[in-house]
Each structure stands twice: as C-alpha cells, then as structure tokens.
C-alpha cells in the first residue's frame, strides 16, 4: 500500500492550498477505507486534522480549524483531498494522509498506513 500526499509549499497567510493523497496497492481497495489527515510541526507532536468515511458521506474535523479545512474523496481517483482555506502561520508543518479500517477516528495510533507527508509553509 502507497499513500502519495503532495499539493504542500509556501504560501502567504491568508491564502490557501489544496494538498492530494493518491492511494495505490494490488491488494488495497481505496473504497473500503476511512482516510484522514494529520500535521505534525517541528518539535510538536502529530496532531488531527481532518477524516472522512469511506463513502464520503462523514467528515470529522479538528475543532480549533473552526471551519477553515474541508476534506474529501473521490473514489474513482484513488484519492483524498484537504482544502486548506484562510491559512495562518501556526499552519506551517509537514501533511500526513493516513488510511484505516473501521470507522472515523482522531488518533493517529488507530491508522494503518501512512504517506510520506508535504510540507506547508505559510509566512506571515
């Protein structure tokens, strides 16, 4: 199983990014999995973004993005999405996309595959 997140880079506070996880494996089948996406800044531990059912139909998301991250899936495509709107600094740190079974979850322990993570950088 490979999880590909890119879509990370410098942008001005205020702006926005969308990143991209693109899923593969002969044996994994994207459909079936909850996805979500974690951020981990320097010297700070990994913490929850963002995570969605594996129809799409439920979304969670960190309570103090207030609103400003959307996630999504397109199933055809392999692929979930994080659309980060109204960026400030304390956004800067590296992306991770994570797959599981199972059910929506906030910890990171509970994910079983990983992707290498993007980083995103947001100057003030």
């Known amino acids: 199983v490979q999880l590909q997140a890119s879509g990370g880079g410098l942008v001005q506070a205020g702006g926005s990014l969308r990143l991209s996880c693109a899923a593969s494996?002969?044996?994994?089948?994207?459909?079936?999995?909850?996805m979500g996406w974690f951020r981990q800044a320097p010297g700070k531990e990994r913490d929850f973004v963002s995570a969605?059912?594996?129809?799409?139909?439920?979304?969670t998301n960190a309570d103090s993005l207030k609103g400003r991250f959307t996630i999504s899936r397109d199933n055809a495509k392999n692929t979930v999405y994080l659309q980060m709107n109204s960026l400030k600094p304390e956004d800067t740190a590296v992306y991770y996309c994570?797959?599981?079974?199972?059910?929506?979850?906030?910890?990171?322990?509970?994910?079983?595959?990983w992707g290498q993570g993007t980083l995103v950088t947001v100057s003030s």
């Open positions: 969605i059912s594996w129809s799409g139909g439920s979304t």
């Open positions: 994570a797959a599981r079974r199972g059910g929506l979850s906030r910890t990171w322990m509970e994910y079983d595959y």
């Open positions: 494996g002969r044996t994994f089948t994207f459909s079936n999995y909850y």
